[in-house]
């Protein structure tokens, strides 16, 4: 658990790095160094993008990752099936959870839109059980609203 991340400036860097540049995929990249720098206790923090029915690995910081997702699969493709926030606080308990990193105890996963439509997901892990709590969904909501008005999503 980080009490201490000051999302609202994590926002106003990462709108100030995204005001002039719109590629999606510079953006992206970019947006997760920043999360992966600023965050405490996370191994993985990055984006998977929405190709039809499955999640493709995005800019991330972290291990090497799972390339593909299907829809429904896993934290990462549960959330962007359900187009929902999701916060697991044990991932070994997660039904059909795919361990990628071993490490990973816990995660969050937030949809991003563009024009009302599942683009992306941000997917982040931790090696701490419990690690993400109301706070941090609600400012990693905000920063992904960042990322929602900044791009241009023609990836």
């Known amino acids: ?8 400036l994590l926002c106003a860097q990462l709108a100030e790095m995204t005001r002039t540049e719109r590629d999606a995929i510079a953006n992206l ?17 990055g984006f998977y993008l ?6 493709v690995l995005g800019p991330f910081q972290g291990k090497p990752a799972c390339i593909r997702i299907d829809f429904g699969k896993g934290v990462c493709g549960k959330a962007a099936a359900d187009d929902s926030i999701l916060v697991v606080p044990d991932v070994h308990a997660f039904p059909g959870h795919i361990a990628c990193d071993a490490a990973s105890n816990s995660e969050i996963v937030i949809p991003i839109h563009h024009a009302g439509r599942l683009t992306a997901v941000l997917d982040i892990d931790s090696p701490l059980y419990k690690r993400f709590v109301r706070e941090d969904r609600e400012g990693l909501e905000r920063f992904c609203a960042v990322l929602e008005a900044n791009c241009h999503w023609h990836i």
């Open 1 to 8: 658990m980080n009490e201490s991340t000051d999302y609202s």
């Open 29 to 45: 990249a970019n947006a997760s160094a920043l999360l992966y720098m600023s965050l405490d206790n996370v191994n993985w923090a």
């Open 50 to 55: 929405v190709r039809k029915d499955q999640l």
